[in-house]
């Protein structure tokens, strides 16, 4: 499988902070690429240098198998980008906007091109009408159609479901595995609702202070043999202790909210319920969790 | 590059501030034309008071040439603000609003992109001239008719012939609209390193404000930097309105007193536009766009 996207040794310091330390990682052709990270973690700007909106200081980024910094127009050509919020021309009407984009990536198409390519966010029925009256759920799918408008090869979206109600994600959902699976795109999405990304992604990378700290196959973090648990007890600290030295997990840790998270594995879960009460620690709370939200959180906390 | 330049005067004209500045230059011309209307022979009566007890004054004083002049005097002060409400906006107000993330992550060259906006910014500043030049000259003319131009200066009277007025007018506007350029580079500039509008439409007007004070202030400090102000060469459109006079001191039609200063003020403000637009091409294929 090719890779489409090649990072190596990527750095971007603002003044005393090191927004991306060292980042090194790669991106396969039609993978669907989950970017994790708290706030602050530095995905934004590792996205933005990707699409050569920052220069970074040191490190080398390679889309395509093109070197970005001096094939940035060609390598943007078969790019397509929601970064953050799609900001665009409130004067303008969603048509006008879908089409000015389109010129920009030297196409012509035709009135009913432009308004087949607003059909598939759903906008047709408010093609016309200026964006600025547009929710922002709209906006976002009509920076979805900005980005696929010249049908690109790889595909970046920045909290791509941000803004949208229910059905609005399902139907990104949909497109992305649509894009992946039918359309054979390599999708790169950064997203903070984890459980969304669970659904799609194939791949996951997960950054904290600009640093990789985990990058692996989604299906294999979401291990079907181990399962988080939190726990709340009379006596958490206590509690806590003799996970730890009983060996049920010597890697137990505190939440922010004062429980236990403990890591087990799934045949002996119910053993480890019984062995924490007739070792007198009576259980308030046993709340089993098994997705990549519970994992992002089990690592960066 | 065309298809860029196209897209940028699309943008510019479908906003409305757009248009504040074609509104406000109309606005204030039809007012200074109805005063003149209702009140002009007055106005010019005391004006000429002290010359008419010397020479004999004959002829229609009050026509278009001489208010067109006069409004140009006036207008050309304020114009900097307009030119500065759209140039100012040109990159900060993408930035602004995010668009300009949305713009560089299109296959199109930073370097092109500036360019075609700057284009697009120059071709507003021209319109904006030309439409100045309509409803100052020509509406000034329909409605006032043609005479000899007076142009009084502080010791000097000026008579220019009906004739001889037109193509000075011409020349006079384009000057002008080099002038208006260099003020759409400064602002153009100062664009390119803010993310709002509202910075570098002020810088500009006080950059055009305090080069102006310098101007008008006759201190020996002063008066050795003035020839680097470029808001010194701006005023060079005036020169196109003084004439060469004969041995017999007679005005020679067609003639221009200092066309080698007019020149040099115009290669000066060249200069300016180039070191504004190159300046703010090396900034923006550097920048980082954070917003």
């Keep these: ?301 | 590059m065309i298809s860029l330049v196209r897209i940028e005067l699309f943008k510019i004209f479908r906003k409305p501030r757009t248009y504040i500045s074609f509104a406000a230059v109309i606005i204030i011309i039809w007012l200074i034309q109805l005063g003149f209307y209702a009140e002009g022979e007055k106005y010019l009566g005391f004006s000429l008071q002290g010359m008419s007890e010397s020479f004999l004054i004959e002829g229609k004083i009050l026509n278009g040439f001489l208010v067109c002049f006069i409004i140009l005097q006036t207008l050309l002060v304020h114009i900097p603000l307009l030119v500065a409400l759209v140039a100012g906006d040109m990159v900060s107000g993408e930035a602004n609003q995010g668009t300009l993330r949305m713009l560089l992550t299109r296959p199109v060259s930073r370097t092109k992109l500036l360019i075609s906006k700057f284009i697009a910014a120059t071709m507003y500043t021209i319109g904006l001239l030309i439409w100045l030049a309509i409803w100052s000259l020509f509406f000034s003319l329909f409605i006032f008719g043609k005479g000899d131009m007076l142009i009084m200066k502080s010791d000097v009277v000026t008579q220019i012939l009906s004739s001889d007025a037109l193509w000075r007018y011409f020349a006079a506007f384009c000057f002008a609209t080099l002038a208006m350029i260099t003020v759409t580079s400064l602002a153009f500039l100062l664009s390119v390193f803010a993310s709002n509008s509202i910075g570098p439409i002020i810088a500009t007007m006080a950059v055009v404000v305090l080069f102006t004070i310098i101007q008008t202030l006759d201190l020996p400090l002063f008066n050795a930097v003035k020839p680097f102000l470029f808001t010194t060469h701006m005023l060079a459109w005036k020169g196109f309105f003084d004439v060469q006079m004969n041995e017999a001191n007679e005005q020679i039609v067609g003639s221009i007193q200092d066309m080698s200063g007019i020149l040099w003020s115009g290669a000066i403000l060249a200069v300016h536009i180039l070191f504004f637009l190159g300046v703010a091409i090396f900034i923006f294929r550097r920048k980082d766009i954070l917003t």
């Excluded at chain 1, 927004?19 to 933005?48: E, H, M, P, Y």
């Excluded at chain 1, 408010?126 to 920076?143: E, F, I």
Aim: aromatic residues 6%; hydrophobic residues 40%; charged residues 20%.
């Design chain 1, 1 to 301: 499988m090719s890779v489409v996207i090649d990072v190596e040794n990527l750095t971007k310091q603002y003044g005393s902070l090191r927004a991306v330390d060292d980042l090194s990682f790669q991106v396969s052709a039609g993978q669907v690429f989950a970017f994790l990270g708290q706030n602050g973690a530095g995905k934004s700007t590792t996205i933005r240098m990707l699409l050569s909106l920052i220069r970074p200081d040191s490190g080398r980024i390679r889309l395509f198998g093109k070197d970005l910094q001096s094939q940035r127009i060609s390598i943007l050509r078969q790019t397509g980008a929601v970064i953050e919020k799609p900001d665009l021309y409130g004067y303008l009407t969603g048509f006008e906007n879908l089409s000015l984009f389109a010129k920009l990536n030297g196409l012509k198409l035709s009135s009913h091109m432009l308004r087949t390519q607003l059909g598939r966010v759903g906008l047709e029925s408010r093609a016309n009408d200026k964006v600025k009256a547009y929710s922002q759920g709209m906006k976002q799918r009509l920076g979805i159609a900005v980005a696929l408008v010249h049908d690109p090869q790889l595909i970046i979206l920045d909290e791509p479901t941000n803004g949208l109600d229910p059905q609005g994600i399902v139907d990104i959902r949909n497109l992305i595995l649509q894009l992946c699976h039918v359309h054979g795109k390599t999708v790169f999405i950064s997203s903070h609702m984890l459980s969304e990304v669970q659904q799609v992604a194939d791949h996951v990378m997960i950054i904290e202070k600009g640093r990789k700290i985990m990058q692996g196959n989604a299906d294999e973090l979401v291990s079907p043999e181990y399962v988080h648990v939190e726990i709340d007890s009379d006596d958490n600290h206590r509690c806590l202790e003799w996970i730890r030295k009983s060996g049920w997990d010597t890697d137990a840790a505190s939440t922010t909210n004062g429980l236990i998270r403990a890591r087990i594995s799934k045949k002996d879960l119910s053993g480890f319920s019984v062995a924490l009460i007739n070792n007198g620690f009576p259980l308030k709370q046993f709340a089993q969790m098994n997705s990549l939200e519970d994992y992002f959180l089990s690592i960066t906390q």
